[in-house]
């Protein structure tokens, strides 16, 4: 009930292209969907989050969609450039008051000219 | 303003030795939390600290111990270090105001570990 499942494993996208990651969770308690983006050798950068009152949420070519029934929520990632190319990760955490994380088992996104 | 940063950067062990690695939070934040990512996984959560009390523990061994400093600073141990424990070693921080999260977490670069 705690895991949060992630796909595809890998994604190869053209330049241009739309890059999309979706994620799906059992746990209802789960309160802020928050996406990561990691570069090889550091650490997992915020991307774009989410609460559950909204089913979209938009920040520049970044689009997090959540759909509440289906306890599901995607990544679009409009006009992929080549910069992109980076490992996604989608985290959700338990409603009550910590930091504990629960990561998805991470996407790697490969954007080609 | 600085974010989140570890230190070691790389760590290199043979297995049953000790290590302590050591993670300063962005200045306001006073939440802490430590995750170990093993190559091509999620972060695992390991523990959290706020105010120099443990919030929260994800499902490792006792050999994994942490605590928090009045500074907010915090150090994670592991005891009797066997092979499995080889991963990145993330720390990060949350700012916090009476004991509700107010942004999300933020990471430092991490430690990477190497047991041999």
């Known amino acids: 009930q705690q895991q949060v499942k992630q796909s595809p494993q890998s994604l190869i996208v053209q330049k241009g292209g739309i890059s999309i990651i979706n994620c799906a969770y059992e746990?209802?308690?789960?309160?802020?969907f928050p996406w990561y983006q990691q570069f090889p050798g550091k650490g997992p950068a915020l991307l774009i989050a989410?609460?559950?009152?909204?089913s979209e949420k938009k920040e520049g070519r970044f689009t997090i969609s959540f759909n509440k029934s289906a306890k599901q929520f995607s990544l679009h990632i409009m006009d992929s450039q080549p910069g992109d190319s980076a490992t996604y990760f989608c985290a959700a955490t338990p409603s009550y008051n910590t930091d504990k994380l629960i990561f998805g088992t991470g996407t790697r996104l490969q954007v080609f000219p | 303003d600085a974010g989140v940063t570890q230190s070691p950067t790389h760590l290199i062990k043979t297995r049953g030795q000790h290590v302590t690695l050591r993670c300063s939070p962005i200045?306001?934040?006073?939440?802490v939390s430590w995750y170990q990512q093993v190559l091509g996984q999620g972060p695992q959560f390991i523990f959290q600290?706020?105010?120099?009390?443990?919030?929260g523990r994800g499902n490792f061994p006792d050999r994994f111990s942490a605590r928090q400093f009045p500074n907010y600073s915090s150090e994670l141990n592991v005891n009797a270090l066997l092979l499995g424990d080889s991963a990145l070693y993330l720390c990060a921080s949350s700012y916090v105001v009476g004991g509700a999260r107010q942004e999300t977490q933020y990471f430092g670069p991490g430690t990477r570990l190497l047991v041999l």
């Open positions: 746990n209802t308690a789960f309160d802020y």
């Open positions: 600290y706020y105010e120099k009390e443990e919030r």
């Open positions: 989410i609460r559950p009152d909204v």
């Open positions: 200045s306001g934040h006073k939440s």
